[in-house]
């Protein structure tokens, strides 16, 4: 008989078992019974730039990757390659707020007023995607137009699909007072420019967060009733804060309340489930070995063991071993993703 509750515990439970006395390179911190994946569903992805990489693995490994509205010939080929790794073309969804208007906007439930942001080469573009046609614009006109192409595949996109996995990347981001719509980028980054009587700057609570989260998965599952959701949390550290204080101390108030937020939304809501990318990257055992020098790009091995992590229990598998201790002694940085807040670098 027990004698406290704590006595007799699974492994998992225990820091020593489960974490001190693992290789580092072995750590698995996934519930067992997390989230199994079929060869034949339609998974999507969406969310910060670290969710490429988890659709790059999906495609990798033969799952049928779904894409609504594949990249158009006239884009670049490397490009084209990049954007592969999206949905649809909605570029870098950064934060909660501009997800659920997506599905709302997508839905005909929220028309923001901003329509077109023009750059400093006279093309233009869309403000809430600017950087995913990099040729821009002739018009406005032209703007609208693709949104509405664009909107129609998300629609589609979120009707069809069995399964979304959500990277939770930012807490901070800009906003159109007039009507609260929500940005990927403040303006004058990558078109429009900046006027503080037009535009706010917000940094979402975490009551927010889960508020915008569960009103997206509601809005969802009016349309498409048996989809499913795996969020994780992006490992990469901000790379700047408009709050008046240490950048270091904004990115762990960002990544700590993402965390909870997926925490509370899984409690909330059936069919929602958590895959722990970001306690495998930033565990103490790893010593940093997933960073690169700038410490905030995750190293190829990083990439790997997450994956890997990811694919196995997408399978129902145990994870099988790293395929070489060497992996552990990689610094470079995957490339190959878009990620729009690397040009808010000072």
């Known amino acids: ?24 390179f072995a750590l698995d911190p996934t519930r067992p019974d997390a989230f199994r994946l079929t060869r034949q569903e339609r998974i999507a992805t969406a969310g910060s730039c670290f969710a490429q990489q988890v659709a790059r693995a999906l495609r990798q490994a033969g799952y049928n990757y779904y894409v609504a509205e594949p990249p158009p010939p006239r884009i670049d080929p490397a490009q084209a390659e990049q954007e592969g790794n999206f949905s649809a073309r909605y570029g870098n969804i950064y934060t909660t707020r501009h997800l659920a208007q997506l599905l709302d906007r997508a839905f005909g439930r929220f028309a923001p007023s901003l329509g077109a942001w023009k750059r400093e080469d006279g093309r233009f573009v869309d403000p809430f995607r600017p950087r995913i046609e990099p040729d821009g614009f002739a018009s406005p006109e032209e703007v609208e137009a693709d949104r509405r192409r664009h909107l129609e595949a998300v629609r589609r996109l979120f009707t069809e699909l069995d399964t979304l996995v959500f990277t939770l990347g930012l807490t901070e981001g800009f906003v159109d007072r007039t009507d609260g719509a929500a940005l990927p980028l403040p303006p004058g980054v990558a078109g429009g420019e900046y006027e503080a009587d037009r535009y706010a700057f917000v940094n979402a609570t975490v009551g927010e967060m889960v508020s915008d989260l569960c009103r997206f998965l509601d809005g969802l599952r009016e349309v498409n009733p048996s989809s499913r959701i795996v969020l994780t949390v992006s490992p990469v550290p901000i790379i700047a804060t408009l709050e008046d204080r240490h950048v270091l101390v904004s990115s762990t108030f960002t990544k700590s309340a993402l965390r909870v937020v997926a925490d509370e939304v899984c409690r909330a809501r059936p069919g929602v489930f958590y ?49 070489s201790l060497d992996l552990a002694l990689e610094s470079e940085a995957a490339a190959g993703v878009i990620c729009d807040e690397e040009m808010l670098d000072g």
């Open 1 to 24: 008989m027990a004698q406290h509750p704590y006595e007799s515990l699974p492994a998992e439970r225990y820091w020593r078992k489960a974490v001190a006395s693992v290789p580092p």
């Open 275 to 323: 895959f722990p990318s970001y306690e495998v990257v930033t565990a103490p055992s790893t010593a940093g070995r997933y960073y690169a020098d700038n410490m905030r790009a995750i190293t190829e091995a990083g990439i790997r063991h997450v994956t890997r992590l990811f694919l196995a229990h997408a399978e129902g598998e145990a994870p099988p071993p790293p395929p």
